[in-house]
């Protein structure tokens, strides 16, 4: 099974620019579909974007999408989150999740946490002036 360390978060300012990285062990993340999920204070978790294992297709929450772009990079077993022109309502605890489930992410987004078996620790992002 895999395991996921989630990093890359910090403070930037509104309109600046951050990357996260959800790096994987104990199993090639190529076969797991990827999402990104965030949790702001007082807040439920919400999916933010996702990737499918078998042909790369992605998905945006409304709200960022155009601004923010997932990928993989199956060598160094390793997610990515590239988040551009950040908002202050961009702030959050920031989660990467994978699953074996290659049918996830395929013909539309799948942003429920019960979908997902395998998580990283949260890193927060800040966006503040």
């Known amino acids: 099974e895999v395991q996921l360390q989630a990093s890359g978060g910090g403070l930037a300012q509104p309109g600046g620019s951050l990357r996260l990285s959800c790096a994987a062990s104990?199993?090639?993340?190529?076969?797991?579909?990827v999402t990104w999920f965030r949790q702001a204070p007082g807040k439920g978790r919400e999916g933010v974007s996702c990737?499918?294992?078998?042909?790369?297709?992605?998905y945006y929450e409304n709200s960022v999408k155009g601004r923010f772009t997932i990928s993989r990079d199956n060598a160094k077993n390793t997610a990515y989150l590239q988040m551009n022109s950040l908002k202050p309502e961009d702030t959050a605890v920031y989660y990467c999740a994978a699953e074996d489930q290659s049918t996830l992410c395929k013909v539309e987004a799948d942003f429920e946490t019960y979908q997902y078996d395998y998580w990283g620790q949260g890193t927060l992002v800040t966006v503040s002036s």
């Open positions: 104990g199993s090639p993340l190529e076969n797991y579909v």
């Open positions: 990737i499918n294992s078998i042909d790369n297709i992605t």
